[in-house]
């Protein structure tokens, strides 16, 4: 089994794009230019000074830039996200408002005519 190479600006791109953080933030953070932040990306090494403030600014330790595994990840994620949308069990039922609104009215109705007979009972 061959071993892959480590390509830490790669591996800062993904994570940065999985964060939805722009080149231009990371530029500003770091003091440098979009254009640096996009030659930063294209290196295999990165310098352990500007690697330990891009994973501070991304709020990830250094050894996940250095490790991290897309493939891992996107196993990760296929094998543990599930469209809630599918699951989603409103506790509001209308059919049960219906039915308590049925019996209310029956009800009234029933006093109703009980009502109408004491009346008619008088006469």
Request: hydrophobic share 40%.
């Amino acid at each position: 089994m061959t071993e892959k190479t480590i390509h830490e600006g790669r591996n800062v791109k993904r994570i940065r794009e999985i964060l939805g953080i722009k080149q231009d933030a990371l530029a500003l953070e770091l003091g440098l230019s979009q254009q640096a932040v996009s030659a930063l990306e294209q290196k295999e090494k990165i310098d352990d000074k500007i690697l330990a403030d891009v994973a501070k600014f991304l709020k990830v330790p250094v050894d996940a830039i250095k490790g991290f595994n897309e493939e891992a990840v996107f196993n990760i994620v296929g094998n543990t996200y599930h469209d809630q949308a599918a699951s989603v069990h409103y506790s509001f039922n209308p059919i049960d408002k219906i039915i308590v609104l049925y019996d209310q009215l029956l009800k009234e109705k029933d006093e109703k005519i009980a009502l109408l007979e004491q009346i008619l009972s008088k006469k």
